[in-house]
């Protein structure tokens, strides 16, 4: 992002429920498509960001992700890139197990991970590696917005609460300081005189359970 061009702003925002999030089952990059009630999620948060009139959108390419992107791409008009680095964080074994059995078979693994030590996570990606991909990926988008733009990115919790950390310019260790994003809410930051600001966190519905694999 340039020093020359301010006020812009990018929604960072969460794909609706899916089965696997009921079931507290972690997804990772498992491509896991949204639920009847997670459609229903995605329609009614897309009404509120196209009232935002934003300028572009960008999107995983998990079904979960496009998918409701789709429903803001078709209240706006606009055509949704789609990016693999905006993907779920890669957990390896992991993937497709329950929160319960997470802890149950690698429970220090867990325990290091929330500490905030760089564990890659059932053998997969390390958090500094999915802001690595996903960061850059947001921030070209950003560079094309014309002034006072606004893109939306439709990702993923963990991926979101990463990227949020690093254009922050927050110490990794310090990641895990952000909640967690509820299914179909979102992040906004805004482009400030010394770099990013976090304007909000977690907004878009009446507060509701945080239900994925960054609970």
């Not at 020093?3 to 999030?21: D, E, F, Y």
Request: glycine letters at 12%; aromatic letters at 6%; charged letters at 25%.
């Amino acid at each position: 992002m340039t020093r020359s061009s301010k006020g812009r702003r990018v929604i960072l925002w969460r794909h609706g429920q899916t089965s696997w999030n009921l079931e507290r089952r972690f997804q990772g990059s498992t491509d896991i498509e949204l639920t009847e009630a997670g459609l229903g999620q995605a329609r009614r948060a897309a009404r509120l960001l196209a009232s935002m009139k934003p300028d572009a959108i960008v999107a995983s390419d998990l079904k979960r992700a496009a998918a409701t992107a789709a429903e803001l791409a078709t209240l706006t008009g606009l055509d949704v890139t789609h990016d693999e680095g905006l993907r779920e964080t890669y957990a390896g074994e992991w993937q497709g197990l329950t929160h319960e059995e997470i802890i149950a078979r690698y429970g220090e693994q867990y325990a290091a991970w929330k500490r905030g030590e760089p564990v890659r996570r059932g053998g997969g990606e390390l958090e500094t590696e999915v802001a690595d991909r996903a960061a850059p990926v947001v921030l070209s988008h950003a560079d094309k917005l014309p002034e006072e733009g606004l893109l939306v990115v439709v990702s993923h919790g963990g991926t979101i609460r990463t990227t949020i950390g690093r254009l922050l310019g927050l110490e990794p260790h310090h990641w895990e300081s952000l909640g967690g994003l509820s299914n179909c809410c979102w992040s906004a930051l805004g482009e400030g005189a010394r770099g990013w600001r976090l304007l909000e966190h977690n907004a878009g519905t009446l507060p509701e359970p945080v239900l994925g694999d960054d609970d």
